[in-house]
Nanobody, 121 residues
């Protein structure tokens, strides 16, 4: 059973910083893309940042220059450093990973349970 466990959410004032971590555990062959999505109240889930196993990144325009995604492949862990946080960053942040469980098997999408980030003004 593959699990993604997020840590690092919380309450922070506008302009502050938080670092999210997400570790993948269980039995699998490889992790392809790994990253973060978020969902604010009343809104659809949206991409924040993703990183491929080779290092290519994709960040939403709204977080470029403020958020940084990084990854430790040896630890099967992805990080999201969030600086200069704004109230509009308030959301539940979900870890996502596209994982191949066994060789010659198709990759599948896995999600963490989410961690709440609240930015006060």
């Amino acid at each position: 059973q593959v699990q993604l466990v997020e840590t690092g959410g919380g309450l922070v004032q506008a302009g502050g910083s938080l670092r999210l971590s997400c570790a993948a555990s269980g039995s699998f062959f490889s992790i392809n893309d790994m990253g973060w999505y978020r969902q604010a109240p009343g809104k659809r889930r949206e991409l924040v940042a993703t990183m491929a196993s080779g290092g290519n990144t994709n960040l939403a325009d709204s977080v470029k220059g403020r958020f940084t995604i990084s990854r430790d492949n040896a630890k099967n862990t992805v990080y999201l450093q969030m600086n200069s946080l704004k109230p509009e960053d308030t959301a539940v942040y979900y870890c996502h990973a596209r994982i191949t469980k066994a060789i010659l098997r198709n990759a599948m999408d896995y999600w963490g349970k989410g961690t709440l980030v609240t930015v006060s003004s």
